[in-house]
C-alpha cells in the first residue's frame, strides 16, 4: 500500500551544508502490520517517516500511497492527504500548551470543519478509551508522562486515520508505559490500522507485536 | 490637496496595496518562468509557499477595492460643498480629469482582482494547479492598472482644490449640451428599455440553458455583459428620473445619498456582482476540458451563473420597484 | 455549511491562542488603541467645531451685505438698506452694529454687538468669560473707554447662559445709545445689513443685483461662510492628522515586529499544526482572525475613549491646538455627534495599514515546514 521508488531527500541542495538525509531508498509497505525504522540517530529513518506522512516532498524518486502518487502534489492537497490517513505521535509529544487535553485532541480536526458538538463527543470517547476521560479538561501541562501519552495517542486517532506514524514514541517513557504503548499499538494493530514507528528502543523492535524491522543507516536500507 | 480623513485613507491604503502588488507580480513573474510541480527542489517548494502569499494578498485588494469603491464615491459626494458649483459626487469628479478615470478604474479594477480570485479559487481545487500560468499571466495584466488607479487617484486628490468652480450633476446629466454625458441621456427611452428587458431575458435563459445543458458559458457571460451596459445606460437615461422624481435630474451618484434611501447601493452591488460573476462563467470555460478540473470547473461555473443571475434580477426587480411606485409619471 | 463550521473552530481556537498570550497581545492593543484614540479624538473633534459653527450659523441670515471703502470694511448708510429692499425677492433688510473693543487690562478682544430687543442705555449683558476678567471691585459695573476719551461704566444686568459658549463668551451685548457713543457712529449708518429672500435658489441673482446696484458694496452668502468654515476646519484637522501619521507609521513597524518576531514556542506550536493537518491557509486564516481581533478591539476601545475625551472632558488634549484664536476662550463642552462615514474613515486609516504590514510575516509563519516538528 506504501510505495517508495528511488527516493532521495537532500536538504540545502547546493550549498556548502548541503546534506543528503535519504539516499535512494526503494521501499514497499503492507497495510495492516506494525513495522519499525531502527537505525541510530541521523540515519534518516525521522525523515523517512516524515516523507511517508506527507509532511514534506522528496527531492527526488516517488511515492505511491494507495496507488495514487502523492509526489508531485501541491502542498494544499498533499496536506489533506495528511490529515485523512495519518496520525501522528511524535517523540516530545507537541501538545499545544495551555490548552486542555480534550482542545488538544480536537485540534486536527478543525479544518475540515466538522460541528463542534459532534467533534467534542468523539474527542472525549476516544480520551475514555485510554482512560483520560475525567482528564478531558484538564490543561496538558499539569499531565503525567503517561497520560501526555495518551493524549497524543488519541488526538492521533482523531480523524480516523488508516495508518499511525510515531517517531521514538518511547524516548520520554519508563518500561511500564512503554509496554503499556506498544499494548495500545498492538491494538490498534488488531483493529487494521498500520503502524509504522521508528526507534532505537529495543523494547519495541524487540517486542512480538512487531511483524517487520527495517534497519536504517546513512539514509540507507541496511537490513529489511 | 484637502486633508481629509478619507482622503488620507484612501490615498494610504491604495499605496500600501500597490506596494504589496508589486511584490506579488515580481513573484508571479518568478512562477511563470520556474513553475515545475513535478520538481521537489527548493526553488520550486518557494514557489508554492509565494503562491499562498500572492493569493491573500490579491484578496485582501479585493476587498479593499469594493470598500475603496464605495469610500470614495462617498467621500466625493461628503466633499461637494467645498466646491461652488458641485452639489453630490458628480460635480467632485468633475473638479479635475482624474476625477473620472478613477472612478472608471476603481470599477474595472474590481472586476479585475475579482475574476483572479474566481480562477484562483478554482486552480487551488485542482491537485495540478493547471491554470497556474493563465492566472499569473492574468494577474501581470491587473497589478499594472491597479498601479495606475493609485497614481490616479492621488493625482485627483492632489488637484482638489476648494475654490475650484465645477459643473455638477445639473449641468454635467442635462440634455441640452454637447458631451458624452449628455448624448447618454439623450439615449432614447423606449429601445433601451426593450434592449434592457430583452438582454435580461435572454441571460436568464442562456443562464439556464447553461446550467443544466454545461453549453453557451460564452454567450451568456457576453449577452450579461451587453445587458449590464444597457442596464448603465438606463440607469443614467431614465431610472434615476423615477428614483428622483424629477423628470431632468440623471445624476447616477445621488442615488447614494440617504435621501433616496441608499438605493444606489444595492444598485452598485447587484450591478458589479452580477457582472464579475458573469465573466467569471466566460472565463472557466476553458477550464471544463482540463481534466483535474472537469468536474469542478462546471459546478463553479453553475454556482456563479446563479448568483449573477441573482444579482440581475435583484438590480431589475428594485429599478422595476422605483419605477412602478414612483410619484413621476412619465408620458412617452 | 462546513464552511462556517470550519471559520467557528479556527476563530474559536485563535481567541484561544490570543488569550494564552496575554502580555504580547495586550501591549499591541494597548498601543493600536492609542493610536486610534489620538486619530478619532481629532476627527470628533474637528466635526463637532464644524457642527457646532454650522449650527450658529443655521439661523443667520441668508446674506449679509457690507460696504467696502479702499478694500476695507466700512460702515453702511441705512439708505443702502431701503435700495436694497426694493429689489424683487428681497423679503426684509436689517442693519446691524457690532464692533471690536480692546481692553488693555487684560489684553483682550471683547465682541461687541447691540441687540435689538435690548434694553435701556447704561446697561450690558457679559459673556461668562469676560466676567471672570473681571476685577472683583467694581460692584457690577463694566468701564467701557469711548472715542472721545471719557468712560462709560455700564451696569451688567447679567451673564450670558452658557449653550452656546463657543460664540459668547468674549460677548458683550450693549444699547444702540452707549454703542454709538462709544464708537462714535454717525447717525444713519451701521456696521452692515443682513438680508432675507424669499426664494433662496434666488439668492446669487440678488446678490448679483446687489452688486450692480451698489457697486461700493459686497455681498457675503451664508453658504460661502460655511465652505470656508468647512475648509478651514478641514486643513487643521488634517494637518494634525498629517503629524499623527508618523504614529501611525510607528505603530506599523510595531506591529510588523511583533508579527515576525515570534518566539521559538510561537513557531513550534505553528509547527504543530501543520504537522497534525491544519494547511497553509488554514494558519493564514487563523492569522486574519487573529488581526481582526486585535483590530476591532483596539479600533472600539480607541472610538470610545476618544468620544468620552472629546464630549465628556471638554477634549483636554487638544483646546490649545486646535482653537485658540482668542486669549478668552473657556472650557466648553461639544455636543455629542458621531458621523457613521467619519468612523469607516477612521477605520480605513487604521486597519488598512497594520493589516498589510502583519501580511507577510503572517504568511512567512504560515509557510512554517510541517516536518520541523520531527526534525527536534
Not at chain 1, 524491522?213 to 539514509?219: L, N, Q, S, W
Not at chain 2, 467621500?75 to 473620472?100: E, I, K, Q
Not at chain 3, 494558519?283 to 475613549?305: Q, Y
Request: net charge positive.
Amino acid at each position: 500500500m506504501i510505495q517508495l521508488q528511488n527516493i532521495k531527500k537532500v536538504f540545502h541542495m547546493g550549498k556548502p551544508n548541503e546534506f543528503v538525509a535519504i539516499d535512494g531508498i526503494d521501499l514497499s509497505i503492507s497495510s495492516h502490520q506494525i513495522t519499525v525504522f531502527k537505525g541510530p540517530s541521523g540515519s534518516g529513518k525521522t525523515t523517512l517517516l516524515s516523507l511517508i506522512g506527507s509532511m514534506a516532498r522528496p527531492t527526488a524518486g516517488r511515492i505511491f500511497l494507495f496507488d495514487r502518487e502523492i509526489t508531485s502534489l501541491p502542498e494544499r492537497f498533499l496536506t489533506e492527504v495528511r490529515r485523512k490517513t495519518f496520525g501522528f505521535i511524535f517523540q516530545q509529544f507537541n501538545l499545544i500548551k495551555g490548552l486542555t487535553a480534550i482542545e488538544n485532541v480536537m485540534t486536527p480536526a478543525y479544518p475540515s470543519g466538522e460541528k463542534r458538538g459532534s467533534l467534542a463527543k468523539r474527542a472525549y470517547e476516544l480520551l475514555n478509551l485510554f482512560g483520560m476521560a475525567q482528564k478531558a479538561s484538564v490543561r496538558v501541562d499539569w499531565l503525567s508522562g503517561g497520560e501526555t501519552q495518551r493524549v497524543t495517542i488519541a488526538r492521533a486517532l482523531i480523524n480516523h486515520p488508516s495508518i499511525i506514524i510515531a517517531d521514538e514514541p518511547t524516548a520520554h517513557l519508563d518500561t511500564k508505559l512503554s509496554i503499556e504503548f506498544m499494548d495500545i499499538m498492538g491494538k490498534l494493530n488488531q483493529e487494521g490500522k498500520t503502524i509504522l514507528i521508528a526507534s532505537h528502543d529495543p523494547m519495541i523492535h524487540e517486542s512480538p507485536l512487531v511483524h517487520r524491522v527495517i534497519e536504517m543507516r546513512d539514509g540507507k536500507i541496511i537490513r529489511n | 490637496m484637502i486633508l481629509h480623513p478619507a482622503i488620507l485613507a484612501l490615498s494610504i491604503g491604495s499605496i500600501l496595496i500597490s506596494l504589496m502588488l508589486i511584490l506579488s507580480a515580481y513573484f508571479g513573474l518568478l512562477i511563470l518562468k520556474k513553475w515545475d510541480l513535478k520538481s521537489g527542489s527548493e526553488v520550486q517548494l518557494s514557489l508554492e509557499r509565494k503562491t499562498y502569499l500572492i493569493s491573500t494578498v490579491m484578496a485582501y485588494a479585493f476587498s479593499f477595492q469594493v470598500l475603496s469603491f464605495f469610500l470614495f464615491i462617498y467621500t466625493a459626494d461628503h466633499l461637494s460643498p467645498l466646491f461652488s458649483g458641485a452639489m453630490c459626487a458628480a460635480g467632485t469628479l468633475n473638479v479635475n480629469r482624474w476625477g473620472y478615470p478613477t472612478f472608471l478604474l476603481k470599477m474595472i479594477n474590481f472586476l479585475f482582482a475579482g475574476l483572479w480570485l474566481i480562477i484562483n479559487y478554482t486552480d487551488n481545487r485542482a491537485y495540478d494547479y493547471p491554470l497556474i500560468k493563465w492566472k499569473y499571466g492574468l494577474l501581470l495584466f491587473a497589478v499594472p492598472l491597479i498601479l495606475a488607479e493609485t497614481i490616479i487617484q492621488t493625482s485627483y486628490f492632489l488637484g482638489l482644490h476648494p475654490d475650484i468652480i465645477t459643473s455638477c450633476c445639473g449641468a454635467l446629466f442635462t440634455p441640452e449640451k454637447q458631451g458624452i454625458t449628455s448624448s447618454l441621456i439623450a439615449l432614447p427611452r423606449l429601445p433601451l428599455e426593450v434592449l434592457l428587458y430583452l438582454g435580461a431575458g435572454l441571460s436568464i435563459g442562456e443562464g439556464v440553458v447553461f446550467y443544466w445543458k454545461g453549453k453557451g458559458g460564452w454567450l451568456f457571460t457576453f449577452t450579461n455583459g451587453a445587458t449590464l451596459i444597457v442596464a448603465a445606460l438606463a440607469l443614467i437615461s431614465f431610472i434615476c428620473l423615477y428614483i428622483y422624481e424629477l423628470p431632468t435630474h440623471h445624476c447616477p451618484f445621488c442615488i447614494l445619498q440617504s435621501e433616496y434611501r441608499y438605493i444606489g447601493y444595492p444598485i452598485y452591488m447587484t450591478f458589479l456582482g452580477s457582472g464579475v460573476s458573469g465573466i467569471g462563467v466566460g472565463a472557466l470555460m476553458k477550464a471544463r476540458s482540463i481534466e483535474s478540473l472537469k468536474e469542478i470547473a462546471p459546478r463553479i461555473q453553475k454556482r456563479l451563473v446563479i448568483f449573477s443571475l441573482l444579482c440581475l434580477t435583484i438590480f431589475l426587480i428594485i429599478s422595476g420597484y422605483q419605477m412602478a411606485f414612483s410619484n413621476l409619471k412619465m408620458v412617452f | 455549511m462546513t464552511w462556517i463550521e470550519k471559520q467557528r473552530n479556527i476563530l474559536d481556537y485563535t481567541l484561544s491562542s490570543l488569550f494564552r498570550r496575554k502580555g504580547k497581545n495586550l501591549a499591541l492593543i494597548g498601543v493600536y488603541t492609542c493610536i486610534v484614540f489620538f486619530l478619532a479624538s481629532v476627527m470628533f473633534f474637528t466635526y463637532a467645531l464644524k457642527r457646532e459653527a454650522a449650527l450658529i450659523l443655521k439661523d443667520a441670515p441668508e446674506m449679509m451685505v457690507q460696504r467696502l471703502l479702499a478694500g476695507r470694511h466700512d460702515l453702511i448708510p441705512l439708505d443702502y438698506g431701503e435700495m436694497i429692499q426694493k429689489i424683487r425677492g428681497v423679503e426684509s433688510v436689517k442693519g446691524r452694529l457690532w464692533g471690536y473693543y480692546f481692553d488693555p487690562t487684560n489684553g483682550a478682544n471683547y465682541t461687541l454687538m447691540v441687540n435689538e430687543k435690548h434694553f435701556d442705555s447704561g446697561s450690558v449683558i457679559i459673556g461668562k468669560g469676560i466676567e471672570k476678567n473681571l476685577p472683583g471691585d467694581q460692584f457690577g459695573t463694566l468701564p467701557l473707554k469711548a472715542q472721545d476719551g471719557s468712560y462709560l461704566f455700564l451696569k451688567i444686568k447679567s451673564t450670558l447662559s452658557s449653550d452656546s459658549e463657543l460664540v459668547s463668551s468674549d460677548l458683550i451685548l450693549i444699547s444702540e445709545t452707549d454703542f454709538k457713543k462709544i464708537f462714535a457712529i454717525p447717525e444713519g449708518y451701521v456696521t452692515d445689513l443682513t438680508v432675507r429672500v424669499r426664494n433662496p435658489k434666488e439668492l446669487t441673482t440678488i446678490a448679483t443685483k446687489i452688486t450692480q446696484l451698489l457697486p461700493d458694496t459686497r455681498p457675503i452668502l451664508r453658504d460661502e461662510i460655511l465652505r470656508t468654515y468647512d475648509a478651514s476646519f478641514n486643513w487643521r484637522g488634517g494637518l494634525l492628522l498629517i503629524i499623527l501619521l508618523g504614529s501611525i507609521l510607528a505603530f506599523v513597524i510595531l506591529a510588523w515586529e511583533k508579527a515576525s518576531g515570534l518566539s521559538m514556542e510561537e513557531k513550534r506550536e505553528i509547527g504543530i499544526l501543520k504537522a497534525i493537518g491544519w494547511e497553509t491557509s488554514d494558519i493564514l486564516l487563523m492569522k486574519f482572525w487573529e488581526g481582526t481581533v486585535v483590530s476591532l478591539s483596539s479600533f472600539l476601545l480607541g472610538v470610545i475613549l476618544a468620544y468620552l475625551h472629546i464630549f465628556f472632558s471638554s477634549s483636554v488634549m487638544f483646546e490649545p491646538v486646535l482653537k485658540g484664536w482668542a486669549v478668552l476662550y473657556p472650557k466648553f463642552r461639544l455636543t455629542p455627534f458621531i458621523d457613521f462615514y467619519q468612523v469607516v474613515a477612521l477605520l480605513f486609516l487604521t486597519v488598512v495599514p497594520y493589516t498589510i504590514a502583519t501580511l507577510i510575516p503572517s504568511w512567512r509563519t504560515a509557510t512554517i515546514d510541517p516536518d520541523m516538528v520531527m526534525r527536534g
